[in-house]
Protein backbone atom coordinates (compact mmCIF):
# COMPACT_ATOMS: atom_id res chain seq x y z
CA UNK A 1 0.00 0.00 0.00
CA UNK A 2 1.31 3.04 -1.04
CA UNK A 3 1.76 5.97 1.67
CA UNK A 4 0.31 9.32 0.65
CA UNK A 5 3.11 11.99 0.73
CA UNK A 6 1.80 15.36 1.82
CA UNK A 7 3.31 18.08 0.04
CA UNK A 8 5.35 20.69 1.97
CA UNK A 9 3.54 24.35 2.07
CA UNK A 10 6.94 25.79 0.47
CA UNK A 11 5.91 23.49 -2.26
CA UNK A 12 2.28 23.75 -2.28
CA UNK A 13 2.20 27.51 -2.00
CA UNK A 14 4.95 28.01 -4.35
CA UNK A 15 3.44 30.06 -6.87
CA UNK A 16 0.96 31.54 -4.00
CA UNK A 17 -0.04 35.55 -4.83
CA UNK A 18 1.95 37.73 -1.60
CA UNK A 19 0.89 41.04 -0.21
CA UNK A 20 4.23 41.07 1.38
CA UNK A 21 5.41 44.99 1.27
CA UNK A 22 2.11 46.23 -0.15
CA UNK A 23 1.44 48.59 2.84
CA UNK A 24 5.44 48.95 3.54
CA UNK A 25 8.05 47.39 4.96
CA UNK A 26 6.43 47.72 8.85
CA UNK A 27 3.05 46.78 8.03
CA UNK A 28 1.49 44.40 10.96
CA UNK A 29 -2.31 44.77 10.21
CA UNK A 30 -2.50 43.73 6.65
CA UNK A 31 -5.28 43.45 4.47
CA UNK A 32 -7.19 45.19 7.21
CA UNK A 33 -5.98 48.31 5.31
CA UNK A 34 -8.79 47.73 2.63
CA UNK A 35 -10.95 49.44 5.41
CA UNK A 36 -10.69 52.87 4.82
CA UNK A 37 -12.71 55.32 5.92
CA UNK A 38 -15.03 54.72 3.11
CA UNK A 39 -15.61 51.21 3.71
CA UNK A 40 -16.30 52.13 7.40
CA UNK A 41 -19.12 55.05 5.68
CA UNK A 42 -20.21 52.01 3.36
CA UNK A 43 -20.03 49.22 6.33
CA UNK A 44 -22.51 52.28 8.90
CA UNK A 45 -24.91 52.71 5.34
CA UNK A 46 -25.98 49.21 6.28
CA UNK A 47 -27.77 49.99 9.30
CA UNK A 48 -31.29 50.21 8.63
CA UNK A 49 -33.29 48.86 12.15
CA UNK A 50 -30.84 49.45 14.83
CA UNK A 51 -30.83 45.46 15.31
CA UNK A 52 -27.59 44.55 17.68
CA UNK A 53 -26.04 40.92 17.21
CA UNK A 54 -22.65 40.22 19.75
CA UNK A 55 -20.94 37.53 18.23
CA UNK A 56 -18.75 35.95 21.19
CA UNK A 57 -19.42 32.77 22.71
CA UNK A 58 -19.66 32.46 25.99
CA UNK A 59 -16.47 31.76 28.14
CA UNK A 60 -17.18 29.35 30.71
CA UNK A 61 -20.34 27.74 29.13
CA UNK A 62 -21.93 25.43 31.30
CA UNK A 63 -22.09 22.66 28.21
CA UNK A 64 -18.42 23.45 27.70
CA UNK A 65 -16.07 25.59 25.44
CA UNK A 66 -15.36 24.31 21.60
CA UNK A 67 -11.31 24.62 21.24
CA UNK A 68 -8.64 23.29 19.05
CA UNK A 69 -7.33 20.11 20.21
CA UNK A 70 -4.33 20.30 23.14
CA UNK A 71 -6.09 23.69 24.14
CA UNK A 72 -7.88 23.78 27.96
CA UNK A 73 -11.37 25.63 27.66
CA UNK A 74 -11.07 28.76 29.93
CA UNK A 75 -10.85 28.61 33.54
CA UNK A 76 -12.67 31.28 35.90
CA UNK A 77 -11.53 31.27 39.74
CA UNK A 78 -13.43 33.38 42.30
CA UNK A 79 -10.69 35.58 44.13
CA UNK A 80 -13.41 37.22 46.78
CA UNK A 81 -16.70 36.90 47.78
CA UNK A 82 -18.73 37.76 50.59
CA UNK A 83 -17.84 34.75 52.46
CA UNK A 84 -14.91 36.09 53.08
CA UNK A 85 -16.74 38.59 55.15
CA UNK A 86 -18.29 35.59 57.16
CA UNK A 87 -17.02 34.95 60.85
CA UNK A 88 -13.37 34.44 60.56
CA UNK A 89 -13.42 35.81 57.21
CA UNK A 90 -10.34 37.04 55.57
CA UNK A 91 -12.19 39.72 53.78
CA UNK A 92 -10.58 43.60 53.50
CA UNK A 93 -11.70 46.24 55.60
CA UNK A 94 -13.20 49.16 54.09
CA UNK A 95 -13.82 52.58 55.57
CA UNK A 96 -18.27 52.25 55.34
CA UNK A 97 -18.15 48.80 55.08
CA UNK A 98 -17.62 48.25 51.43
CA UNK A 99 -17.26 44.33 50.38
CA UNK A 100 -16.95 43.52 46.67
CA UNK A 101 -15.93 39.97 44.19
CA UNK A 102 -13.15 39.67 42.37
CA UNK A 103 -11.78 36.80 40.25
CA UNK A 104 -9.50 35.75 37.96
CA UNK A 105 -9.63 33.96 34.39
CA UNK A 106 -6.87 31.16 33.41
CA UNK A 107 -7.35 30.90 29.46
CA UNK A 108 -5.59 30.13 26.01
CA UNK A 109 -5.65 33.58 24.37
CA UNK A 110 -6.99 31.83 21.32
CA UNK A 111 -9.57 29.76 23.17
CA UNK A 112 -12.41 30.99 22.73
CA UNK A 113 -14.13 33.49 20.17
CA UNK A 114 -10.67 35.49 19.01
CA UNK A 115 -8.58 37.43 16.50
CA UNK A 116 -4.90 35.67 15.10
CA UNK A 117 -2.18 37.36 15.19
CA UNK A 118 -0.74 38.07 11.69
CA UNK A 119 2.26 36.30 13.10
CA UNK A 120 0.09 33.28 14.63
CA UNK A 121 0.97 30.86 11.55
CA UNK A 122 3.95 30.46 9.00
CA UNK A 123 6.22 28.15 7.20
CA UNK A 124 9.93 28.48 5.66
CA UNK A 125 10.88 30.92 8.32
CA UNK A 126 9.00 34.20 7.96
CA UNK A 127 5.51 35.25 9.09
CA UNK A 128 3.25 37.70 7.25
CA UNK A 129 5.43 40.45 5.27
CA UNK A 130 8.42 38.83 5.33
CA UNK A 131 9.22 39.04 8.86
CA UNK A 132 11.67 36.63 10.73
CA UNK A 133 9.95 33.34 12.21
CA UNK A 134 12.53 34.16 14.79
CA UNK A 135 10.42 37.25 16.09
CA UNK A 136 7.84 35.06 17.87
CA UNK A 137 10.62 33.92 20.30
CA UNK A 138 9.51 34.42 23.66
CA UNK A 139 6.16 36.62 22.08
CA UNK A 140 5.54 38.42 18.61
CA UNK A 141 7.68 41.17 18.41
CA UNK A 142 6.24 41.41 14.88
CA UNK A 143 2.91 40.94 13.57
CA UNK A 144 1.02 40.61 16.72
CA UNK A 145 -2.49 41.33 17.68
CA UNK A 146 -1.34 44.16 19.11
CA UNK A 147 -1.59 46.45 16.21
CA UNK A 148 -4.79 44.93 15.16
CA UNK A 149 -6.39 45.64 18.65
CA UNK A 150 -4.69 49.17 18.14
CA UNK A 151 -6.59 50.10 14.77
CA UNK A 152 -9.76 48.06 15.07
CA UNK A 153 -12.31 46.23 12.35
CA UNK A 154 -15.14 48.14 10.88
CA UNK A 155 -17.05 47.75 7.47
CA UNK A 156 -19.54 46.31 5.49
CA UNK A 157 -19.93 42.43 6.22
CA UNK A 158 -22.17 39.90 4.69
CA UNK A 159 -23.20 36.68 5.87
CA UNK A 160 -22.76 33.50 4.22
CA UNK A 161 -24.93 30.85 5.75
CA UNK A 162 -23.59 27.66 4.24
CA UNK A 163 -25.55 25.27 6.22
CA UNK A 164 -29.05 27.05 5.60
CA UNK A 165 -27.87 27.29 1.54
CA UNK A 166 -27.43 23.18 1.26
CA UNK A 167 -30.45 23.03 3.30
CA UNK A 168 -28.85 21.59 6.72
CA UNK A 169 -28.79 21.83 9.92
CA UNK A 170 -25.01 22.21 10.00
CA UNK A 171 -22.09 21.26 8.14
CA UNK A 172 -20.52 17.69 8.78
CA UNK A 173 -17.11 17.00 9.49
CA UNK A 174 -14.44 17.39 6.62
CA UNK A 175 -17.43 19.14 4.44
CA UNK A 176 -15.53 21.43 2.29
CA UNK A 177 -17.02 24.17 0.24
CA UNK A 178 -15.33 26.84 -2.27
CA UNK A 179 -15.13 30.61 -3.52
CA UNK A 180 -17.15 29.43 -6.11
CA UNK A 181 -19.98 28.26 -3.38
CA UNK A 182 -19.57 31.38 -1.37
CA UNK A 183 -20.74 33.36 -4.62
CA UNK A 184 -23.46 31.02 -5.45
CA UNK A 185 -24.82 31.35 -1.66
CA UNK A 186 -24.49 35.12 -1.79
CA UNK A 187 -26.47 35.25 -5.09
CA UNK A 188 -29.29 32.87 -3.17
CA UNK A 189 -29.66 35.09 -0.21
CA UNK A 190 -30.00 38.28 -2.62
CA UNK A 191 -26.39 39.75 -1.32
CA UNK A 192 -23.65 39.75 -3.85
CA UNK A 193 -20.32 40.16 -2.09
CA UNK A 194 -18.77 43.50 -2.80
CA UNK A 195 -15.19 44.09 -2.72
CA UNK A 196 -13.56 44.54 0.49
CA UNK A 197 -16.30 43.16 2.12
CA UNK A 198 -15.51 41.40 5.83
CA UNK A 199 -17.16 37.60 5.00
CA UNK A 200 -19.28 35.94 7.53
CA UNK A 201 -19.56 32.54 6.94
CA UNK A 202 -22.22 30.09 9.38
CA UNK A 203 -21.41 26.35 9.03
CA UNK A 204 -23.41 25.62 12.42
CA UNK A 205 -20.48 22.64 12.62
CA UNK A 206 -19.92 23.77 16.25
CA UNK A 207 -23.21 22.39 17.48
CA UNK A 208 -21.51 18.63 16.84
CA UNK A 209 -19.55 19.91 19.78
CA UNK A 210 -22.41 20.60 21.94
CA UNK A 211 -24.17 17.12 20.59
CA UNK A 212 -20.78 14.72 21.05
CA UNK A 213 -19.28 16.36 23.73
CA UNK A 214 -15.42 14.74 24.13
CA UNK A 215 -16.24 12.45 20.64
CA UNK A 216 -16.38 15.48 18.53
CA UNK A 217 -12.51 15.70 18.68
CA UNK A 218 -12.23 11.84 17.37
CA UNK A 219 -11.12 12.44 13.80
CA UNK A 220 -11.24 15.75 14.24
CA UNK A 221 -11.84 17.33 10.81
CA UNK A 222 -13.90 20.75 10.55
CA UNK A 223 -16.20 21.23 7.79
CA UNK A 224 -14.70 24.69 5.79
CA UNK A 225 -13.14 26.47 3.03
CA UNK A 226 -10.88 24.16 0.63
CA UNK A 227 -7.27 25.68 -0.27
CA UNK A 228 -7.44 26.02 -4.07
CA UNK A 229 -5.22 28.52 -6.37
CA UNK A 230 -7.99 30.12 -7.84
CA UNK A 231 -10.07 30.57 -4.47
CA UNK A 232 -6.65 32.57 -3.17
CA UNK A 233 -6.53 34.52 -6.13
CA UNK A 234 -10.58 35.51 -5.93
CA UNK A 235 -9.56 36.07 -2.36
CA UNK A 236 -6.61 38.60 -3.67
CA UNK A 237 -8.74 40.36 -6.09
CA UNK A 238 -11.93 40.96 -4.29
CA UNK A 239 -9.45 42.61 -1.31
CA UNK A 240 -11.36 40.91 1.35
CA UNK A 241 -10.01 42.18 4.67
CA UNK A 242 -11.46 39.79 7.19
CA UNK A 243 -12.51 36.11 7.49
CA UNK A 244 -14.74 35.26 9.81
CA UNK A 245 -16.55 32.05 11.16
CA UNK A 246 -18.43 29.81 13.83
CA UNK A 247 -15.77 27.24 13.67
CA UNK A 248 -12.59 27.11 15.41
CA UNK A 249 -9.98 27.31 12.58
CA UNK A 250 -12.09 29.34 9.50
CA UNK A 251 -11.47 26.48 7.03
CA UNK A 252 -11.48 22.70 6.06
CA UNK A 253 -8.96 21.28 9.13
CA UNK A 254 -7.14 19.12 6.91
CA UNK A 255 -6.92 19.35 3.26
CA UNK A 256 -8.48 16.70 1.42
CA UNK A 257 -6.29 17.18 -1.56
CA UNK A 258 -3.04 17.24 -0.46
CA UNK A 259 -3.36 15.82 3.48
CA UNK A 260 -1.64 19.11 4.30
CA UNK A 261 -3.55 20.95 7.40
CA UNK A 262 -4.60 24.52 7.49
CA UNK A 263 -3.25 25.54 3.96
CA UNK A 264 -5.76 28.49 4.10
CA UNK A 265 -4.18 30.12 7.35
CA UNK A 266 -0.96 30.64 5.45
CA UNK A 267 -2.24 31.20 1.89
CA UNK A 268 -4.55 33.74 3.59
CA UNK A 269 -3.02 35.21 6.20
CA UNK A 270 0.86 34.60 5.75
CA UNK A 271 0.64 35.71 2.27
CA UNK A 272 -2.50 37.77 1.72
CA UNK A 273 -2.34 39.05 5.51
CA UNK A 274 -6.24 38.74 5.65
CA UNK A 275 -7.47 38.81 9.54
CA UNK A 276 -9.09 35.78 10.58
CA UNK A 277 -11.77 35.80 13.61
CA UNK A 278 -12.86 32.56 14.80
CA UNK A 279 -15.67 30.34 17.25
CA UNK A 280 -17.85 33.03 16.42
CA UNK A 281 -21.72 32.49 17.43
CA UNK A 282 -23.77 33.51 14.23
CA UNK A 283 -27.29 31.47 15.49
CA UNK A 284 -29.19 34.45 15.85
CA UNK A 285 -27.70 36.75 13.13
CA UNK A 286 -28.36 33.83 10.96
CA UNK A 287 -32.24 33.78 11.87
CA UNK A 288 -32.38 37.33 11.77
CA UNK A 289 -30.59 37.62 8.08
CA UNK A 290 -33.27 34.55 7.44
CA UNK A 291 -36.27 36.04 8.75
CA UNK A 292 -35.74 39.57 6.65
CA UNK A 293 -33.43 38.65 4.18
CA UNK A 294 -31.15 41.11 4.48
CA UNK A 295 -27.36 39.25 4.58
CA UNK A 296 -25.53 42.19 4.93
CA UNK A 297 -25.08 44.55 7.98
CA UNK A 298 -21.70 46.67 9.48
CA UNK A 299 -19.60 44.76 11.41
CA UNK A 300 -17.29 46.14 14.13
CA UNK A 301 -14.61 44.58 16.36
CA UNK A 302 -11.39 45.48 18.40
CA UNK A 303 -9.61 42.11 20.32
CA UNK A 304 -8.10 42.92 23.40
CA UNK A 305 -4.70 45.30 23.32
CA UNK A 306 -2.30 42.52 24.48
CA UNK A 307 1.31 43.51 24.13
CA UNK A 308 3.00 40.68 21.87
CA UNK A 309 0.27 38.33 21.64
CA UNK A 310 -0.83 35.47 18.94
CA UNK A 311 -4.27 35.99 19.22
CA UNK A 312 -6.98 37.96 21.99
CA UNK A 313 -10.54 37.07 22.82
CA UNK A 314 -13.11 39.72 21.07
CA UNK A 315 -16.87 40.08 21.00
CA UNK A 316 -17.23 41.14 17.65
CA UNK A 317 -20.72 43.31 16.87
CA UNK A 318 -22.82 42.97 13.79
CA UNK A 319 -25.66 45.78 13.07
CA UNK A 320 -28.52 45.71 10.88
Given at each position: M????V??L?E???????????W?P???????N??????V?????Q?K??K??T??R??G???????WPG?S?????M?L??????S????P?????L??????LY???Q??TQ????????Y?G?LWNG?????T?G???KASV??I?????AG???L??M???R???????S???TH???IS?????????E?R????I?T?????????G??????F??????Y?P?????F??????N?VT?????EV????N??A???L?????R?L???F??I?????LA???????AY?????A???????????P?N?V?I?
Open positions: TETVPATLLADSPTNWGKGEDEVGSLYLTAAQLAGAAIQGLFLQLIDPNGDPVRPATREIDESHWDGGDGAFPGGHYADDKAFLGSYDALGHVWDKYDARTIGLSAPAERGVRAVLDARYGKEYLEPETFEDLCAQAQGTPIPDILVRNHLQLFFEKDDFYTDCESGLVSELVSWQEMEIPLDTIANTTDPSGALVHNALMNGIATECDLEKSDCAEDGNFFYVAPLKINEATGSVPAK
